[in-house]
Every structure is written in structure tokens, then in C-alpha cells.
């Protein structure tokens, strides 16, 4: 069971289904690894499914859908597929990915949109498409003037549709799809689903497959990451070895759970740190205290949930430390971006044991790279439970010092 999840979760391109040829525009691209939406979308397009997505852009959606049909439709010269797009920008962007992954291919493909001459996309047209990406008033033209038929439309893309009702488009996507043929395949992505386009998706879908991804944030690359690797019972002593061995001035500590905060703020008041806890089972005058107190200066250190650290806005922290992994790729991502605030400086230190690698390499997929290692001398090995004796009896030994983490001494 867990080999296999480990399978599905390192799923490469070239075991989704994709041709040959397509997968040698991938490679030339130079996408190493699908995204997720892509290992989540790109088999049931294969099957043929119609398909709802809310996912942004910046996930990898493109290649989500313009793998699979490139794959699924062999050129042949008549306009099989009909990709819409709000703007004349992202029309034009989802053309360059086509045409990137298609290289390898006789597939053509025609730009449709406006505030150009109609003679170039009139030309291309004529010499036979199979796939034509446009904007939705530039396409009711060229249906108007018949330079354009929608007839063979065997796979339809709306994309970025809650754009498309944000601009008022959505009266003429309605035209554009009752215009396709019935039986074909559609797939829909839009990042939120307000009613609207609740009601639209239900009339223009058919029985779809629902693929749902948060949102991609991106991280900024003053953030210095490190992932140590540790036994279950070495997080605390890696914590203090890390703060002994650091001068900091402040300090964020996330935790899993409250109890989890809870401990690590006692043994670190303990050691003689000056500290705040952070979480839902404290009062609200509880909180605003250690946030307070944390921001003042008062307290070095707060250790918190992912409950309270949404929305924090705190400028200095120096450095975030995950003593767990957050359940999600988005918390890390969220979790850090409490440190390096407007371009300053920050590490962003990750505590991995046995039983969290996998949370780990979800957290790489969704940054697409993997977290650099630090170096640690009692670190365990790799996906080992076991951790020599010797080992355990050295890390309460007078050897602390030795090999402290050089990311932290930089200071
Ligand atoms: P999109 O969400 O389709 O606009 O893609 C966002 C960015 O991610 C684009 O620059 C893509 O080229 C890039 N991208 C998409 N899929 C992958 C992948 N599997 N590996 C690396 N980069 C990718």
C-alpha cells in the first residue's frame, strides 16, 4: 500500500499515457516532473472524460489539458479543438505552450483574437487547422463571416472562466458552445465557481470529473531553506542544538498541534528562551498578548499553529522553523512566507522525521525543487526508523557544538 502511494506520487511523465511524440516536446520544453494538476488531469482527459477544474494559472494548467489532446487528436487539417481564453495575452501564451509541446508534431494551430487584421488568421485558416485558440468576440467574428465553422469540434477548453464572466463574455461563450457539436468532449477550469458559472458548467458538462488545486504561491528566493533529517526523538534536542547555536532575535516555531506548541514553548522556557505560544485554545487576550509580545521584542520565540499563523503579519522574523510538516504543501508555503518579508533575509528550517517524507515530497512538488539538505551529524539516514545507540547517547554528549548547522551560524 504504501510502496504504491509512493508510485502514484512520483508518477513520471512518460507513465500518464502521453505519445511518444509529445512526450519528446515535454522533454524538449524541459519539464522534468508533472505538476499536480497535470498527474491529476491528464488521465481522464486521455480517457476522454469531460472535465471541471479550479486551478490557476501557475499551477501547470496549460500542459494539463494541452498534453492529452495533443495526444488524442492526430492532425489531420479540419478544427478539432476549440481552446477560449479571456485575453488576447493568455491566448496568445497558450499558443507558445501548443506550439512548444507540439513541435515534434505536424499538429497546426491558428491564434484567434482581436485588435489585428483579420488577412493572417483568415490565411491560416484556410490552409487548414486542427486545433484554434481564441478570444471569444474575435471567433463570433469569424463565424459570422464563415471563415470559420465549429462543426468538428471534438474537444472544447474554456478556461480561466471566471475571467470570462468578470469581463462579460459569458453571453457569447454560451453563443460559441451551443455552436459546437453535442457530443463532445469539454473541460472547464476556473478558479473560483461562483453561481453563475455553477449554472454554466451544468449545462455545457457532462457528468465531469472534479479536480480541484489551491492556489500557487510562489515563495521568494531570499528564503534560505534547510530540511534536516531526524529521528522521532531528536526534534528537541535539534531545537535547542539550533538555538544554541544561533544568535537570533526573533523566531517562529510551527507546531501540528496545539498540545505540540504547548510542549516545545515549556522545554524551551526550560532551557531559559523567552517565549510565546500561539494557538486556538488560547484566549483571544491570549493571543493578542504573545503576538504583541513576540512583535516587541518581549519574547525571542513563538511557537504556533497553522490555525493562528494565517494572516500574520509580523516584519522581522529571522527564521521559520517547521519542528512538523504542515498538513499541506500551501501551509509551508504560507508558513514561510512569515519570514523574508519585502525582500529581506530569511531561513526557513523544516524538521523531517521517518514518518514525514512524504508530506516532504509533496511540499517539493508543489515548489517544483527539492529543499536542500542541511548537514547534521546525528542525522538518520533516509527513510530508516533506527537510530544507532550511540548515536542517541552522543546527542546528550558534550560533541553538541560539533557540526552545528552552518546555515544558522551565519550570523
Ligand atoms: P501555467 O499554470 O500553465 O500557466 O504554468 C505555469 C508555469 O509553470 C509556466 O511557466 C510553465 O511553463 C511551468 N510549468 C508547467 N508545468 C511544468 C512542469 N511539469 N515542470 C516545470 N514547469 C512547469
Not at 8 to 15: E, R, V
Not at 72 to 78: I, K, Q
Not at 85 to 110: S, Y
Amino acid at each position: 500500500m504504501r510502496l504504491k502511494r509512493r508510485v502514484d506520487f512520483l508518477m513520471p511523465f512518460s507513465q500518464l499515457g502521453l505519445s511518444p511524440l509529445v512526450l519528446q516536446g515535454v522533454r524538449a520544453v524541459g519539464y522534468a516532473e508533472p505538476t499536480l494538476i497535470q498527474r491529476r488531469a491528464i488521465p481522464p482527459v486521455l480517457e476522454g472524460k469531460d472535465l471541471i477544474a479550479s486551478a490557476q494559472t501557475g499551477t501547470g494548467k496549460t500542459a494539463a489539458f494541452a498534453l492529452p489532446i495533443l495526444t488524442r487528436l492526430r492532425a489531420h487539417g479540419r478544427c478539432r479543438c476549440l481552446v477560449l481564453e479571456p485575453t488576447r495575452e493568455l491566448a496568445a501564451q497558450v499558443e507558445t505552450a501548443f506550439r512548444d509541446f507540439a513541435r515534434f508534431t505536424d499538429f497546426r494551430v491558428a491564434l484567434l483574437h482581436g485588435g489585428v487584421g483579420y488577412h493572417n488568421q483568415r490565411r491560416d485558416l484556410q490552409r487548414g487547422v486542427d486545433l484554434v485558440l481564441a478570444t471569444p468576440g474575435r471567433l463570433e467574428d469569424h463565424l459570422a463571416r464563415r471563415t470559420l465553422h465549429l462543426n468538428d469540434i471534438e474537444i472544447l477548453v474554456l478556461d480561466e472562466v471566471d475571467r470570462m464572466l468578470d469581463i462579460g463574455f459569458l453571453p457569447a461563450v454560451k453563443r460559441i458552445v451551443s455552436r459546437c457539436p453535442k457530443a463532445r468532449q469539454t473541460l472547464f477550469f476556473s478558479a473560483t465557481a461562483p453561481p453563475q458559472i455553477a449554472d454554466f458548467a451544468a449545462w455545457a458538462l457532462r457528468d465531469p470529473v472534479r479536480i480541484e488545486i489551491g492556489a500557487s504561491r510562489s515563495v521568494a528566493a531570499s528564503v534560505t531553506h534547510a530540511v534536516y533529517h531526524v529521528g522521532f526523538d531528536q526534534k528537541r534536542s535539534l531545537l535547542l542544538e539550533l538555538l544554541k547555536a544561533t544568535e537570533f532575535d526573533s523566531v517562529l516555531i510551527f507546531t501540528r498541534t496545539k498540545r505540540g506548541a504547548d510542549k516545545v514553548a515549556a522545554m524551551l522556557r526550560a532551557a531559559e528562551h523567552t517565549v510565546a505560544a500561539l494557538h486556538a485554545n488560547r484566549s483571544q487576550n491570549q493571543r493578542m498578548e504573545a503576538l504583541a509580545g513576540f512583535k516587541s521584542g518581549k519574547y525571542d520565540i513563538m511557537v504556533a499553529t497553522d490555525i493562528a499563523a494565517r494572516g500574520l503579519d509580523i516584519p522581522h522574523i529571522e527564521h521559520v522553523i517547521n519542528y512538523d510538516l504542515p498538513q499541506c504543501p500551501e501551509d509551508y508555503i504560507h508558513r514561510i512566507g512569515r519570514t523574508a518579508r519585502a525582500s529581506a533575509e530569511g531561513d526557513a528550517i523544516t524538521f523531517v522525521s521517518p514518518a514525514e517524507h512524504l508530506p516532504l515530497e509533496a511540499i517539493e512538488r508543489a515548489l517544483g525543487r527539492r529543499l536542500p539538505r542541511a548537514e547534521w551529524e546525528k542525522a538518520v539516514p533516509v527513510l530508516s526508523l533506527y537510530t544507532p545507540p550511540e548515536e542517541k547517547k552522543a546527542s546528550t554528549g558534550g560533541t553538541r557544538r560539533r557540526g552545528a548547522p552552518r546555515l544558522l551560524r551565519r550570523r
